[in-house]
């Protein structure tokens, strides 16, 4: 509960520990727990977070392949999507901008995603992450690593033809206000011109795994389970 380490770190007054998160980035002072265990509140250090960002353009099938690792290899599930679409429902002070902003398919300000993000993953339990929809654009993608303080161990690309994404879009059936072929159109322009910059800039560090998002759900994850199950015998996972 990264969460928690924070407020009690700031209730610290220790010029040493001061001293010593100023140092560290956002990340390492949430995940250390140096302040707890300096009070011997705790506790363990926690483990390394794991992250994988699930990339692909609307429709590809990300959400549904998540559902799937998460029941085979245990990691939390945070669909930025699914946050964004919560910050609606609650009328938060964002929500009104953020669902213009899902129904013309552009990209809400990367402050606000990243934000809600960052909140879900104080508040896990787990250390495995698997980031579905995020990032989006490269600013996205930088705002993660400077608020965050970490890149991802892995990013899977849902790789799927756009006459198959706008087919599985216009069935979804799930009532979003950009399951419609008008924001459909604008959401594969978005994602050519905008995601796949961050996409290729994964390839280039290699930690890119594509994956060929057609067949029966289950045929795809099929070429999605053995990069989890590499991972599972490193012991970062
Ligand atoms: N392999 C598949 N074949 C056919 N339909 C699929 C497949 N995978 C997912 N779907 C369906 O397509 C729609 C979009 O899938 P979803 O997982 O929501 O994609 P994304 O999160 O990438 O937008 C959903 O209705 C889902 O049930
Ligand atoms: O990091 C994100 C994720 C989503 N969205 C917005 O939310 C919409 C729906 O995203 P989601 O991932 O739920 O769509 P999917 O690709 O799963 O269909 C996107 O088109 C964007 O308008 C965004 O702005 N930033
Ligand atoms: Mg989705």
Redesign the pocket.
């Known amino acids: 509960m990264w969460r928690r380490v924070a407020s009690l770190s700031s209730s610290i007054s220790s010029s040493f520990l001061a001293q010593t998160a100023s140092r560290l980035n956002t990340w390492e002072s949430l995940t250390t727990g140096i302040a707890q265990q300096a009070k011997g509140v705790i506790a363990p250090k926690e483990k390394t977070p794991f992250i994988t960002f699930v990339l692909?353009?609307?429709?590809?099938?990300?959400?549904?392949?998540?559902i799937k690792i998460v029941e085979t290899f245990g990691f939390a599930h945070l669909?930025a999507?699914d946050l964004l679409r919560r910050e609606i429902a609650s009328k938060s002070a964002d929500g009104a901008m953020i669902l213009n902003t899902i129904k013309e398919g552009k990209i809400v300000p990367s402050q606000v995603t990243v934000k809600l993000i960052q909140k879900e993953m104080e508040l896990s339990d787990n250390h495995k992450f698997l980031i579905?929809?995020f990032p989006r654009t490269e600013e996205n993608r930088v705002s993660f690593e400077q608020i965050i303080g970490v890149e991802p161990n892995v990013v899977l690309f849902?790789d799927c033809p756009e006459e198959?994404?706008v087919k599985?879009?216009l069935?979804?059936?799930?009532g979003r206000v950009d399951d419609n072929l008008e924001t459909i159109k604008k959401r594969l322009t978005v994602f050519q011109a905008l995601s796949l910059p961050v996409i290729n800039y994964y390839s280039e560090k290699g930690k890119l795994y594509t994956i060929k998002?057609?067949?029966?759900?289950d045929?795809?994850f099929e070429q999605v389970r053995p990069i989890f199950a590499a991972f599972e015998k490193r012991p970062s996972l």
Request: with cysteine.
């Open positions: 692909g353009g609307p429709g590809s099938g990300k959400g549904t392949q998540c669909s999507g579905d929809g849902f198959e994404m599985r879009v069935n979804r059936n799930e998002a057609i067949g029966t759900e045929e795809i």
